[in-house]
């Protein structure tokens, strides 16, 4: 198996208050259990779940809460992007977002899908 068939790319769309945020970080997660490279990308309104704090009221029953998902993948230490102008749209800033979120464009997405990574949105 090639490394590039071992990645994941998660793209999220959807904020805390949508179930599809807690079911994307839970089979990001997943992917990490199963020994996958996985990298999220966050865009339009899924930008606000890694806003400090924002995440912390949020629970799908019978997931784990929305920001223990974002903790246990940010800890994992892999790539958890967050949409440039939809960062700058919200007016948030680095400062805004929990440690270990990079703020940036499509590129690298994109980079990793052209090298064969499979993907899911939510």
Excluded at 24 to 38: D, E, M, R, S, W
Excluded at 57 to 66: D, F, I, N
Excluded at 94 to 105: P, R, W
Aim: negative net charge.
């Amino acid at each position: 198996m090639n490394d590039s068939s071992r990645e994941l790319v998660v793209l999220m769309t959807h904020g805390p208050e949508d179930e599809r945020s807690s079911v994307g970080f839970t089979v990001a997660n997943g992917g990490l259990t199963a020994g996958l490279k996985v990298s999220i990308f966050l865009t339009s309104s899924a930008v606000d779940i890694v806003r400090k704090k924002a995440a912390d009221l949020t629970q799908v029953e019978p997931l784990e809460p929305l920001s223990a998902l974002v903790q246990d993948f940010l800890q994992r230490g892999e790539v958890l992007w967050a949409c440039t102008p939809c960062v700058k749209a919200r007016g948030y800033s680095q400062e805004d977002l929990l440690d270990g979120v990079v703020i940036s464009g499509a590129s690298p997405m994109h980079e990793r899908i052209r090298a064969g990574a499979a993907t899911l949105s939510f």
